[in-house]
């Protein structure tokens, strides 16, 4: 990541502190994960702890500044062999209490306790570790945010962070990640319907000038890596020319089964539901279930989003898809996207992978160490969940 500081702002970056709560789940217990976390951390100059928790992860508080920190985080997520990390979420926090050093601390009762915790830990780990490889989703929406912040701060026009953001080499570089990961729906916003109305129509027709030039090296691209593309959103208003690419790019690439890349331009989620909803209304449907309404969306045989990403600070998703991604896990970072790198990109991978998705339902992992005697309440009434 690029940062730019100027004169004036050095001496406030500097001396800034900063205080960032990490959480790392995986093989990290009992592969001296603790000690290369310390190790980093003096080599940064940062302060606070890292300690074993008992659900067989590893905790790192750090303080310092925030270049040194984003350096702890990206060392965190690499993790190193034999440590594997399948999981991590972080916290940017206000420092309460300063920390004077750095230090690994260890349970409260003794050396050998907490020693025999780790490497209790390692043993499950490896003994099931099959099962414990990053957990990723099935379908990513990025929203990409703060393209034109990251070119007024650089005292550039907006249209720049729109360049800057979509070359093909960052969205090939996205591409190749989730092949690695095994995510097989990546769908990326690039026009909505609201940018559409309240931009200003230069920077607007900036956008549809940088689709022009991406789109022969899109369409190479996606056919050398056998990737499906499909477009959702209006198909009335936009340019001739824009629509000819956007179905040449579908029908050139409609034959292969692997990764599916979804361009959404011109897209709105309410309007795709009145959409939807008038041509249910012209079909003269009958029987509305959510079978129907999914077969008049514009994302119809697409799964719905497992993890939506947004950028550059921003914590809400603006209607993406609000009928398909009810149960869909949110990750906001506030990075710009122009900044959002394969780095970043996996740095959300990981915090979805390190939680539990329910669906309103129970998972088995929360009744792991419940005791028998704890289900019953004082009326005796028998609580066991079958």
């Not at 985080?73 to 050093?101: D, I, N």
């Not at 990053?134 to 990251?150: A, E, L, M, T």
């Not at 690439?253 to 011109?266: L, S």
Request: hydrophobic fraction near 35%.
């Amino acid at each position: 990541m690029n940062v730019i500081i100027t004169a004036t702002k050095q001496k406030y970056y500097d001396m800034k502190k900063n205080e960032l709560l990490i959480k790392i789940s995986g093989r990290v217990q009992g592969v001296n994960f603790r000690r290369r976390v310390a190790k980093i951390a003096d080599q940064f100059r940062l302060s606070g702890y890292v300690k074993n928790l008992t659900d067989g992860s590893v905790e790192v508080l750090a303080q310092g500044k925030e270049e040194a920190l984003e350096e702890l985080l990206t060392w965190c997520q690499k993790g190193y062999f034999p440590a594997k990390v399948t999981g991590m979420s972080f916290e940017w926090r206000e420092m309460e209490k300063e920390h004077k050093k750095f230090k690994i601390e260890k349970a409260k009762k003794n050396f050998i306790l907490d020693e025999a915790h780790s490497i209790l830990h390692l043993g499950r780990d490896l003994l099931d570790f099959s099962e414990k490889e990053i957990n990723s989703p099935n379908h990513v929406v990025i929203i990409p945010d703060g393209n034109r912040r990251w070119a007024r701060e650089r005292g550039y026009k907006p249209w720049v962070g729109h360049k800057k953001a979509a070359t093909l080499e960052n969205i090939e570089a996205t591409i190749n990640e989730c092949q690695k990961l095994g995510i097989e729906y990546l769908s990326f916003w690039a026009l909505s319907t609201e940018n559409w109305i309240k931009r200003e129509g230069a920077e607007v027709e900036a956008i549809f000038m940088i689709a022009r030039k991406l789109a022969k090296g899109l369409k190479k691209m996606l056919i050398k890596n056998k990737i499906k593309a499909k477009h959702i959103g209006r198909r009335d208003r936009l340019p001739k020319d824009i629509i000819e690419i956007l179905l040449d790019i579908e029908e050139s690439t409609k034959q292969f089964e692997g990764m599916n890349f979804i361009i959404a331009m011109d897209y709105g989620g309410q309007d795709e539901i009145v959409r939807a909803m008038s041509k249910m209304f012209a079909a003269k449907e009958t029987e509305i279930n959510d079978e129907t309404i999914r077969k008049y969306l514009d994302t119809y045989g697409l799964p719905d989003p497992d993890l939506i990403i947004r950028t550059a600070g921003e914590r809400r998703t603006s209607g993406f898809m609000p009928y398909q991604a009810a149960y869909a896990e949110l990750y906001f970072t506030n990075v710009y996207f122009p900044d959002f790198d394969t780095t970043q990109f996996r740095r959300a991978i990981l915090d979805y992978s390190g939680r539990t998705r329910r669906f309103g339902g129970t998972d088995q992992n929360d009744l792991k160490n419940i005791n028998e005697s704890d289900l019953k309440d004082t009326s005796g009434l028998n609580l066991k969940l079958n």
